[in-house]
């Protein structure tokens, strides 16, 4: 069964299973926060009582530093799930994964998860309005190389693929208009905008360097090229068998 096949035979938002995957991912990735957070609080705070001055600390001293927690965070999270929608991706038309979870299920997982990877990136790019060191407005936040700090190519190769991950989302919706080939090949970019958040990631996140985020950059990237090239080679059988 090839990609047409999968898309046109299913309707893969309204039916209970892919709902219910949906909930669970939500739930999921609350789960997933919420222990960071709680892991961060008893990691930082001695003790409750100076619960409220850290916070003060954090978020209202003239060099707080919360807004940029918060961002790096929120950004690791959209990365994850972006990654996911990459991996779901690649992984659509495998016969024994569509057997095992369900076709309809596995691409509203693929959407689900794209989607809410994009507004995950949306607050990680929106929460450092708040931020009083680096003083960003709206237009360093949203326009590429509207910044003035030295890494503006790199902020701006983040912004680059937010907006191209915000023309592929919309093309779910226009794909019968605009015909499968066409929507088949603006798909492609989302390896584009993959490799931009990568590179993102690893040269404007303070915290990139550290081993746990090395391991996060290697893993993953090394299971997208592993699709990647299973995929194209799929392919290729698929057309010499077709000859």
Excluded: C
Aim: glycine share 6%; aromatic share 14%; hydrophobic share 55%.
């Amino acid at each position: 069964m090839n990609t047409t096949t999968v898309l046109t035979d299913l309707n893969p938002i309204h039916n209970r299973k892919s709902q219910l995957m949906r909930h669970g991912l939500v739930f999921l990735l609350v789960l997933v926060l919420s222990f960071g957070a709680g892991i961060w609080l008893f990691d930082a705070v001695p003790s409750l009582s100076t619960l409220p001055a850290l916070m003060a600390k954090s978020f209202g001293a003239e060099q707080a530093k919360g807004f940029w927690w918060v961002s790096r965070a929120s950004g690791v999270v959209a990365y994850l799930l972006l990654w996911l929608s990459m991996m779901l991706g690649l992984l659509m038309t495998n016969k024994l994964l569509r057997e095992l979870v369900g076709a309809s299920t596995l691409l509203a997982v693929h959407e689900f998860s794209s989607i809410l990877g994009w507004f995950v990136a949306l607050f990680h790019a929106l929460i450092l309005m708040g931020d009083s060191y680096l003083n960003f407005g709206w237009t360093q936040v949203l326009i590429p190389w509207a910044s003035s700090a030295p890494q503006a190519s790199f902020i701006a190769m983040g912004q680059i693929a937010f907006y191209a991950m915000a023309m592929i989302l919309l093309s779910f919706y226009v794909r019968k208009r605009i015909g499968f080939s066409a929507w088949r090949w603006l798909h492609f970019a989302t390896f584009v905008s993959y490799m931009l958040i990568t590179v993102h990631g690893l040269l404007v996140g303070s915290d990139a360097m550290t081993p746990l985020m090395l391991w996060i950059y290697g893993l993953s990237n090394g299971a997208v090229l592993f699709l990647t090239v299973y995929r194209l080679l799929s392919m290729n059988n698929v057309y010499e068998k077709a000859k």
